[in-house]
């Protein structure tokens, strides 16, 4: 636990408590068993932080219209569970029973040799839009030799790439320039480039709950101490989230952190789109709070369920102030074998972080980069068309099959991204990702994607999977669900691998 803590009021729990949709009381259940479940919902799936300060017993009795003695057992309850901890003149805290931590190892993708017997269910990657690849690769082969004759670093990118960048943030009404492109080794690099230069080992950073598991684990790994700040999800988990800006605010005063990480195009994992009114009050808060506010725009371009006049204006157009950091990626769109990422910041930054990278990796390979701009300036929007069908052929097929086989579980159709955000019906995701390992299933647990075990009852699925061989996959996502449920692992004999 941080020494900053977010203190929820009694008004504010009172209504994430009405606005959750979480379950009725059954039957004759005690009122503070009915009240302790209901919080320890909200923890265990990240709508309630993990870490926060509850209101005292008397304050909460009032603000829920319950007696004191109710609330006092439900906290009671709380503690002996491992959800709440409290002190003597320090209040109660939440917090998740040992073993609930996620997990610290990445989810890697399934090796070559066993694609033909294990799904991959953990990796948001699409494979390469041929013959658009192809195609680019020989164009840059052909545009090598200029580059060869000198010694290949290029510490800010090869301009050819820098323009085409630049060009297509032009294009979605965010005027930029060469000179405010910087271009990294993956999105990954060019998040430890922003990182470094705003946060120091111990720093706060604020980031979203649930984000991206990739950032979180990094961001953790260079030293930053994470603050989350849970979405709000006003119609459940079937209905897409929304940035709970009241939320936001309070951890920027409070917290002060020096960074706040946030996605909103198509987040991973939920896929929500936030709009541009909520953008706009988020970079005035973080303004006022001194924030630097660091935007992942890698899924930015896979808008495959929205016009593209309905897409809100990249969150960096409307800065005033310019201190909002872009990352943005080709391997989402193009292919994920393409480590060509990057950074749009003032030029002054870019050139500062140029200079710091050249201690790392000196510059991203020239023919990589000579294929991006290929694909960026000769066949984009051919290429962004392909993968747009692909998903949206897969979404409606694993939402189909999901809503057939698995109708407990719950989740939002968003309007575009790379996967499904999915509650479990109570089922733990880590049990599920066990079961998986048994009868070739790889799953995301929905823990991998919070801060400090939470979302344990969530998973993610990718859009990765053809849509004939959805029903097929589901099939065996089932299977993992009646495993975990029983936790009875078969032997491989009992269970032998399926294909899909």
């Not at 309850?77 to 491992?82: D, P, V």
């Not at 033909?116 to 082969?141: H, K, N, R, S």
Request: aromatic content about 6%.
């Amino acid at each position: 636990m941080t020494e900053w803590q977010s203190t929820v009021t009694p008004t504010a729990l009172a209504r994430l408590l009405r606005a959750a949709h979480l379950p009725e009381p059954v039957g004759h259940r005690p009122a503070y068993r009915t009240l302790a479940g209901q919080v320890r919902t909200l923890v265990s799936e990240g709508r309630l932080p993990v870490g926060a300060r509850l209101p005292a017993e008397r304050e909460l009795a009032q603000a829920l219209s319950l007696s004191r003695t109710t609330v006092a057992a439900a906290y009671e309850t709380l503690r002996a569970e491992g959800y709440l901890r409290s002190r003597r003149g320090s209040g109660s805290w939440t917090t998740l029973p040992d073993g609930s931590r996620p997990p610290s190892d990445a989810l890697h993708p399934v090796p070559p040799d066993e694609r033909e017997t294990v799904l991959d269910l953990g990796v948001a990657a699409l494979p390469a839009p041929q013959p658009y690849l192809g195609e680019a690769a020989a164009q840059a082969i052909e545009q090598l030799p200029a580059y060869a004759a000198g010694h290949g670093h290029f510490p800010t990118g090869v301009p050819v790439l820098r323009e085409a960048i630049a060009q297509r943030y032009t294009e979605r009404r965010l005027p930029t320039t060469p000179d405010q492109i910087l271009v990294t080794t993956g999105a990954m690099g060019a998040l430890h480039l922003a990182r470094h230069a705003l946060v120091g080992r111990g720093g706060r950073v604020a980031v979203e709950a649930p984000s991206y598991a990739h950032t979180l684990q990094s961001l953790r790994r260079g030293g930053a101490r994470l603050v989350a700040v849970p979405h709000a999800w006003p119609g459940g988990p079937g209905e897409l989230p929304r940035w709970d800006l009241p939320e936001w605010q309070r951890v920027l005063r409070g917290a002060a952190p020096r960074a706040a990480f946030v996605i909103p195009d198509f987040q991973n994992p939920t896929g929500a789109l936030i709009d541009e009114g909520q953008r706009r009050e988020l970079l005035a808060a973080a303004r006022a709070a001194g924030t630097t506010v660091v935007v992942d725009e890698t899924i930015a371009e896979l808008g495959w369920g929205v016009r593209p006049e309905e897409l809100p204006r990249p969150t960096a157009a409307l800065d005033r102030a310019a201190q909002v950091i872009t990352v943005g990626s080709a391997s989402k769109t193009l292919w994920g074998g393409l480590r060509i990422g990057w950074l749009r910041a003032n030029p002054s930054l870019v050139r500062q972080l140029a200079t710091d990278r050249v201690y790392t990796d000196v510059g991203t390979p020239v023919l990589d980069q000579l294929i991006a701009a290929a694909l960026l300036t000769e066949h984009f929007a051919e290429v962004r068309a392909h993968q747009h069908q692909r998903l949206r052929s897969s979404a409606e097929a694993l939402a189909a099959a999901l809503r057939a086989q698995l109708p407990h579980w719950h989740f939002a159709f968003p309007p575009g991204g790379l996967c499904l955000w999915i509650a479990t019906d109570g089922l733990s995701g880590t049990a599920l990702a066990q079961a998986g390992d048994r009868i070739g299933v790889r799953i995301a647990a929905g823990s991998r994607f919070g801060v400090d075990g939470a979302f344990e009852n969530y998973l993610r699925i990718p859009l990765t999977v053809p849509a004939p061989a959805a029903p097929a996959a589901v099939t065996r996502l089932a299977t993992a669900a009646a495993l975990a449920a029983t936790g009875r692992w078969p032997t491989t004999d009992e269970h032998p691998p399926l294909a899909v």
